[in-house]
């Protein structure tokens, strides 16, 4: 392991690539959520106590997107992360350009990564583009974070990729 990759952990400790080097693949594509692991694994037993220790943990996203690659829908946690990235935009131009993109990919009607939000939400993030704020998805991300806590989260705690980990954290 590279000291590079080590100094992404926040323990110092080995990576957890090295972890899981035997794990079995199966039709997930788990080898690519592995290789991109950052941070120590005792975070997965937490996962399960709420979609935000998910949402909050490095490995969490990285899991939690290759589930919702699995089931179609990982345009959910997308947009969701580029929301929270937007609210950290402290200059117009950036929040002007971000705000363009978010809407372009995600929000308008035939968007590539088009989330599923209701016609009042969309037409109101719509007719606001052109002078975006900090809050103007914020509607938007709020029903996606209530669809991925009420449908895409539980089925993630059952995904073979959230239980594969369990059980290697188990086996420590």
Same mark, same amino acid.
């Given at each position: 392991?590279?000291?590079?990759?080590?100094? &992404?952990?926040?323990? $110092?400790? +080995?990576?957890?690539?090295?972890?899981?080097?035997? @794990? +079995?693949?199966?039709?997930? &594509?788990?080898?690519?959520?592995?290789? =991109?692991?950052?941070?120590?694994?005792?975070?997965?037993?937490?996962?399960?106590?709420?979609?935000?220790?998910?949402? *909050?943990?490095? !490995? $969490?996203?990285?899991?939690?997107?290759?589930?919702?690659?699995?089931?179609?829908?990982?345009?959910?946690?997308?947009?969701?992360?580029?929301?929270?990235?937007?609210?950290?935009?402290? !200059?117009?131009?950036?929040?002007?350009?971000?705000? !363009?993109?978010?809407?372009?990919?995600?929000?308008?009607?035939?968007?590539?990564?088009?989330? =599923?939000?209701?016609?009042?939400?969309?037409?109101?993030? *719509? !007719?606001?583009?052109?002078? +975006?704020?900090?809050?103007?998805?914020?509607?938007?991300?709020?029903?996606?974070?209530?669809?991925?806590?009420?449908?895409?989260? +539980?089925? @993630?705690?059952?995904?073979?990729?959230?239980? $594969?980990?369990?059980?290697? *954290?188990?086996?420590?």
């Amino acid at each position: 392991i590279s000291k590079q990759s080590q100094s &992404h952990h926040q323990c $110092g400790r +080995p990576s957890v690539c090295r972890f899981f080097s035997t @794990f +079995p693949v199966n039709k997930c &594509h788990l080898t690519v959520l592995v290789t =991109n692991l950052h941070d120590p694994l005792e975070d997965v037993d937490a996962w399960s106590e709420s979609v935000d220790n998910v949402l *909050t943990c490095k !490995n $969490g996203q990285l899991a939690f997107r290759e589930s919702l690659q699995s089931e179609h829908s990982e345009e959910n946690l997308l947009f969701w992360l580029a929301c929270e990235e937007y609210k950290k935009i402290k !200059n117009v131009p950036e929040m002007i350009s971000s705000a !363009n993109r978010i809407y372009s990919e995600f929000v308008q009607t035939e968007a590539p990564k088009q989330i =599923n939000i209701d016609c009042v939400t969309r037409e109101k993030i *719509t !007719n606001n583009i052109s002078q +975006p704020t900090l809050t103007s998805f914020d509607t938007a991300q709020r029903l996606i974070y209530s669809l991925m806590a009420r449908d895409c989260y +539980p089925r @993630f705690l059952k995904s073979d990729i959230y239980q $594969g980990l369990l059980r290697k *954290t188990d086996l420590r």
